[in-house]
């Protein structure tokens, strides 16, 4: 049985791609190299002793996304992770987020539908719900009005494979993740963010390596235990395993609607500061922080009911905050020895 992982040589993807291959599975990997590098094959390599199948290829270009399903015409199940992340970005380039996220899910599903079954699990975010109402957030919650681009291509991608699923023979799992972080336990493969980065668990161990000076945590008057924001902060290969248990389900046609939902997340939510102080532990030493003001765009709460993914799917987390941070702390050390950037 041969997988289509989009974007596989990117953080999460690569972390599935090794749960799929541990599980038997042969991958085929699509990637741009965008945000990613070829190099990632070898700490896939490493920890499983297979080399996926690779292909660079742009899923913008609709005639290669053709030209690739004409060649591997086995593939009729599909991880779409190929996708653009940074909020900022995709408010200063609304287009290119857009086209980069919509148009090449549109390839995809025109090649899939053709297919006379076909399996579909897509990157959504725990962005879709907003300022929740309720905590912990379960699938139920209202989708908010998206806060970016960024967010809105999440939102829309929803839909469009929800439409899609409808009329055709596609069968699909919407993966609601929410704060993933921390890398494989072998530190062969890790986040690899280019430039300075945004979100806070990179930049925390890039601070901690030296890199940078200090971390700006945005408020500290936030109504929650210490100030600081709250968030879902959930190991990346318990998040890789959720899916390839996803894809099981609907390989074994065990799902129960052609489109079903899940969020991905730890059920706990930790603050800003926790996280600082989990890394100190995992560190062994202290931490240098400043508080600034609020950053425009983040949300007060969020953190997940795992309910539905811990009895329907089947799934739970395995590893704690701690471990999360050792993980992404040991990657980051062997990193910057290596001069891998
Ligand atoms: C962000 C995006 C979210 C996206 C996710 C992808 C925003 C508002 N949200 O989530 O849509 O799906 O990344 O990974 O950008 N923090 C600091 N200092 C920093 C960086 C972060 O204090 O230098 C705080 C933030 O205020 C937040 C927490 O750390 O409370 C986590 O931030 P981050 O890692 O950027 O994730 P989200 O904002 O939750």
């Not at 599935?16 to 990997?29: A, P, R, S, W, Y």
């Not at 921390?182 to 986040?191: R, T």
């Not at 739970?316 to 062997?334: I, P, R, V």
Request: net charge negative.
């Amino acid at each position: 049985m041969k997988i289509l992982v989009t974007g596989g040589l990117g953080f999460i993807g690569s972390h599935t791609v090794v749960e799929l291959q541990n599980k038997g599975f042969d991958v085929v990997i699509i990637d741009n190299l965008s945000n990613s590098s070829e190099s990632v094959l070898k700490g896939i390599v490493a920890i499983t002793g297979k080399e996926p199948q690779f292909e660079k290829l742009d899923l913008r270009e609709k005639a290669s996304v053709q030209t690739f399903f004409k060649k591997h015409n086995d593939v009729s199940s599909v991880i779409h992770f190929a996708a653009s992340k940074a909020v900022g970005e995709s408010v200063k380039n609304p287009l290119l987020y857009y086209e980069n996220n919509i148009a090449s899910l549109i390839y995809l599903l025109q090649e899939l539908q053709e297919k006379t079954e076909a399996h579909f699990i897509f990157s959504s975010s725990c962005t879709v719900y907003g300022q929740a109402d309720e905590m912990p957030i379960d699938e139920s919650a209202p989708i908010k009005p998206a806060m970016s681009p960024y967010g809105n291509t999440k939102q829309i991608g929803e839909e469009i494979i929800s439409d899609v699923a409808k009329m055709s023979s596609i069968n699909a799992i919407l993966l609601r993740y929410f704060n993933p972080i921390g890398s494989h336990p072998s530190a062969e493969i890790g986040e690899l963010p280019i430039g300075v980065p945004q979100n806070l668990v990179p930049f925390i161990t890039q601070t901690g390596i030296g890199l940078r000076k200090e971390l700006m945590v945005y408020g500290n008057d936030y109504p929650t235990v210490d100030g600081t924001c709250i968030r879902d902060y959930i190991h990346v290969v318990d998040l890789a395993k959720a899916h390839v248990v996803a894809l099981e389900r609907l390989l074994e046609n065990k799902n129960e609607d052609k489109v079903e939902i899940f969020n991905l997340g730890t059920g706990i939510g930790s603050s800003v500061l926790e996280v600082i102080s989990s890394f100190e532990k995992v560190s062994g030493k202290p931490f240098p922080y400043k508080i600034v003001d609020r950053r425009e765009g983040d949300v007060t709460m969020a953190y997940a009911s795992t309910d539905k993914a811990n009895t329907i799917l089947g799934w739970k987390t395995a590893s704690s905050l701690d471990q999360a941070m050792e993980s992404a702390w040991n990657w980051e050390q062997k990193i910057r020895k290596n001069n891998f950037q």
